[in-house]
């Protein structure tokens, strides 16, 4: 099933309040919240972990009357991630997406990350082919093309990476696809166009004056391009 999602990444949100903040763009009709985990090893930077992610889990808990509202996309930049998975299942996330640059067996992890009971994702970097995803697809919840080098928020959409994504489209119409780094009302359209029905968006959703109009801005390029391609399913 391919449809909009709009995942606002928290990292561009003030830490200091990290359960208002993404109560607040719940609010503002976001599909999912994006948890950047970053550990100092596999990026040069160091944001947050399963105990933060578990705090957070208790300020928007699950609703059993809603399955995948208040969903939590945990984009892990971590080397190993095998040992974070089942961490991370505790903490209450609900998608664990690694770095193909991470792991040496890479359909074991996906198995793991499935008996923790979470979705499996698969992210590569801009310098990595979009190929090696290839024998990966049919076991993928999700792939993930970086549109910026992971480690910070707030960097330059790279508009060549979008070849991936329209590779990444034709050959799975119905694989849920991810764009993470700048995102925002200059760069949605190439994203949408490409084919990315998953939108991370941080810096242009929480420094937006109203998050609800970027979400909706957001979600209608992705919306349109499903529907003109008959790929929209609901
Ligand atoms: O994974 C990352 C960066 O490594 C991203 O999720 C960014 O945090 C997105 O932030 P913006 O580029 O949208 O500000
Ligand atoms: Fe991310």
Not at 9 to 34: C, M, N, P, T
Not at 125 to 141: H, M, N, R, S
Not at 193 to 221: C, D, P, W, Y
Request: proline share 7%; hydrophobic share 45%; aromatic share 8%.
């Amino acid at each position: 099933m391919v449809k909009a999602i709009i995942a606002p990444s928290i990292l561009a949100g003030d830490f200091s309040k990290l359960g208002a903040e993404a109560k607040r763009v719940f609010d503002a009709e976001a599909d999912w919240i994006h948890l950047d985990v970053m550990d100092g090893h596999f990026v040069p930077n160091i944001t947050m972990g399963p105990p933060i992610i578990a705090s957070l889990r208790k300020s928007v808990p699950r609703d059993s009357n809603a399955p995948g509202k208040f969903f939590f996309d945990c984009h892990m930049m971590v080397s190993r991630p095998e040992q974070w998975v089942e961490p991370i299942a505790k903490a209450g996330g609900d998608q664990y997406t690694f770095h193909y640059e991470a792991t040496d067996d890479p359909l074991k992890l996906i198995k793991l990350i499935r008996d923790n009971g979470m979705r499996a994702a698969c992210a590569i970097k801009p310098g990595t082919p979009v190929e090696v995803l290839y024998p990966l697809a049919q076991y993928l919840d999700m792939a993930l093309v970086m549109t910026v080098e992971p480690g910070f928020g707030g960097q330059k959409f790279m508009a060549d990476m979008m070849p991936k994504v329209d590779a990444l489209r034709r050959k799975y119409p119905q694989l849920d696809i991810q764009v993470d780094g700048g995102l925002g009302p200059s760069t949605i359209l190439a994203a949408a166009n490409a084919g990315a029905n998953v939108i991370v968006a941080g810096t242009s959703v929480f420094k937006a004056a109203n998050a609800e109009e970027m979400i909706q801005l957001l979600r209608s390029h992705v919306t349109s391009f499903l529907r003109d391609n008959n790929l929209l399913t609901n």
